[in-house]
């Protein structure tokens, strides 16, 4: 099973940027579409963006949409989630997990998360 390690969360003023990372080991990485999620507290756990395998198709909500940005290295078997112009809404745990497509996620992958944290 592929183990996910998310990273560079923090704490930050609203309009500021923030970049995560996922490592992924254990697996065949560019087998997989992958997918960054939140969960705000109280809330459930929400898509907030997803790339294919081979990074040609993106897709964001409609709240990140034109202010997070999704990417993935194959080589480094990492995927990232650029986040510009943060709002207090976008505080958050942020994991990443492995998908079928970047609309089908069967797989229980997820990592420990990373939170972040935007103030006003």
Do not use: H
């Not at 998310?6 to 940027?17: F, K, M, R, T």
């Not at 996922?22 to 997989?32: E, L, N, P, W």
């Amino acid at each position: 099973q592929v183990k996910l390690v998310e990273s560079g969360g923090g704490l930050v003023q609203a309009g500021e940027s923030l970049t995560l990372s996922c490592v992924a080991s254990g697996g065949i990485f560019d087998a997989y579409a992958m997918g960054w999620f939140r969960q705000a507290p109280g809330l459930g756990r929400e898509l907030v963006a997803a790339i294919s395998q081979r990074g040609g198709v993106t897709k964001y909500s409609d709240s990140t949409k034109g202010r997070f940005t999704i990417s993935r290295d194959n080589d480094k078997n990492t995927v990232y989630l650029r986040m510009e112009n943060l709002k207090p809404e976008d505080t958050a745990v942020y994991y990443c997990n492995t998908g079928a497509t970047t609309a089908y996620w069967p797989f229980d992958s997820w990592g420990q998360g990373t939170q972040v944290t935007v103030t006003t």
